[in-house]
């Protein structure tokens, strides 16, 4: 059984960066997809951004384009979320998600693995 465990998570001012983890244990991540979501208690969940399998693909929330960077290390089983220039509104609980597919990330429907989050707290 896959697991995934976020790490990377903080408190930054705004204008900082962070970079956030996702390690693989209990299998590899070659032949997975890899999203970022995060989530604020009491609002929906919002998607940050995905990688395909062999990371030819990516996607980013417009309101992340520019500033985030969606990375992967299949060696590693490590996919990174590097964060620039965060914002408050960018403060929420981050995490990340695994789909045993090669379609790219358009067409993922489904999130089979997730692991438990890390808080990012952007501010002053």
């Known amino acids: 059984q896959l697991q995934l465990v976020e790490s990377g998570g903080g408190f930054v001012q705004p204008g900082g960066s962070l970079r956030l983890s996702c390690a693989a244990s209990?299998?590899?991540?070659?032949?997975?997809?890899i999203a970022w979501f995060r989530q604020a208690p009491g609002k929906e969940r919002e998607d940050v951004s995905c990688i395909s399998y062999s990371g030819a693909s990516t996607k980013y929330a417009d309101s992340v384009k520019g500033r985030f960077t969606i990375s992967r290390d299949n060696a590693k089983s490590t996919v990174y979320l590097q964060m620039n220039s965060l914002k408050p509104e960018d403060s929420d609980v981050y995490y990340c998600?695994?789909?045993?597919?090669?379609?790219?990330?358009?067409?993922?429907?489904?999130?089979?693995?997730w692991g438990q989050g890390t808080q990012v707290t952007v501010s002053s």
């Open positions: 998600a695994a789909a045993p597919t090669r379609r790219v990330c358009d067409y993922i429907v489904k999130w089979n693995f």
């Open positions: 209990g299998g590899t991540l070659e032949d997975h997809a």
